[in-house]
């Protein structure tokens, strides 16, 4: 099973996790970014959904949609990636699935309310990726979608 995990951000990053054998997944490809505009990550996610196929699911943290932040547009910015993202998957027939932070937090470290520290140094050892925050998340979201079994 491939899985392809996505953290939408600015910065963000993106991983593509393997399961081998029933051992625990290994990254086959991951990049971050520092700032990427609508066009350039669907170019990038139609990219990685082409050759690093086939992907049996993708995933992202479900969009912030609540009034916690202020910063004007970062709800509707994040739903739109989140949708761009989506149609990239489904236009490659690729299952989308979107998950709530705490369900990825409580999949990588058996606690919805993780830090992020904690979060990164569990998929760190996991799966060897050292990086940003944005890389660990993106793995613990192919994780969870990996483990839901693309459900």
């Not at 029933?22 to 520092?34: I, K, L, S, Y």
């Not at 700032?35 to 990038?44: I, P, V």
């Not at 009034?67 to 489904?90: I, N, S, T």
């Not at 998929?123 to 839901?148: C, E, Y």
Request: aromatic residues 4%; hydrophobic residues 40%; charged residues 20%.
């Amino acid at each position: 099973m491939r899985t392809l995990g996505c953290d939408l951000g600015n910065p963000g990053a993106l991983v593509v996790l393997k399961e081998i054998d029933g051992d625990m997944p290994q990254p086959v490809f991951w990049r971050e970014w520092t700032k990427l505009d609508l066009h350039q990550l669907y170019t990038l996610v139609t990219a990685v959904l082409d050759e690093q196929g086939p992907i049996d699911v993708a995933a992202t943290e479900r969009p912030f949609t609540g009034a916690g932040d202020r910063r004007p547009g970062v709800g509707m910015a994040q739903r739109g990636k989140h949708d761009l993202v989506k149609a990239a998957c489904e236009c490659a027939g690729v299952c989308f699935l979107n998950f709530p932070p705490q369900t990825i937090k409580k999949a990588a470290t058996g606690n919805g309310r993780a830090s992020k520290a904690q979060v990164a140094a569990i998929i760190g050892r996991l799966t060897g990726l050292r990086g940003s925050d944005h890389l660990t998340d993106a793995a613990a979201i192919a994780m969870t979608a990996m483990a839901r079994g693309g459900k």
